[in-house]
């Protein structure tokens, strides 16, 4: 199974974007769910992540106050909500399963991940 990831694109300095993660056949309100990034040259670095019920929400310190994590179990779609983005925030982003326990804390390496799609490009530039 593979987690697709879409919606990046080209957007301004002090732009927003939505990022959508979905994948079909998947038990997907059973896991949590991580939202990744990876610049050109650099380690894929954690972004945010949502607990299995959509009830506690994780932030990397670069990203918090300017994205939101959402999910919506019934349409099995995960949201990355960003706003006021930086040409820092240029990379591809991904989403990927933590397939721990639902009860298991939420984990931050993406060694911990599963089900990688091909990830979306999200470039911030004037």
């Known amino acids: 199974v593979q987690l697709q990831a879409f919606g990046g694109g080209l957007v301004q300095p002090g732009g927003s974007l939505r990022l959508s993660c979905s994948a079909s056949?998947?038990?997907?309100?059973?896991?949590?769910i991580g939202w990744f990034r990876q610049a050109p040259g650099k380690e894929r670095e954690f972004v945010a992540a949502?607990?299995?019920?959509?009830?506690?929400?994780y932030y990397a310190d670069s990203v918090k106050g300017r994205f939101t994590i959402s999910r919506d179990n019934v349409v099995k779609v995960v949201f990355l909500q960003m706003k006021n983005l930086k040409p820092e925030d240029t990379a591809k982003y991904f989403c990927?399963?933590?397939?721990?326990?639902?009860?298991?804390?939420?984990?931050?390496?993406?060694?911990?991940?599963?089900?990688w799609g091909q990830g979306t490009l999200v470039t911030v530039s004037s």
């Open positions: 990927a399963a933590d397939r721990a326990d639902q009860s298991s804390p939420i984990r931050y390496g993406a060694a911990w991940y599963e089900d």
């Open positions: 056949r998947f038990s997907f309100d059973d896991y949590a």
């Open positions: 949502i607990t299995w019920s959509g009830i506690n929400t």
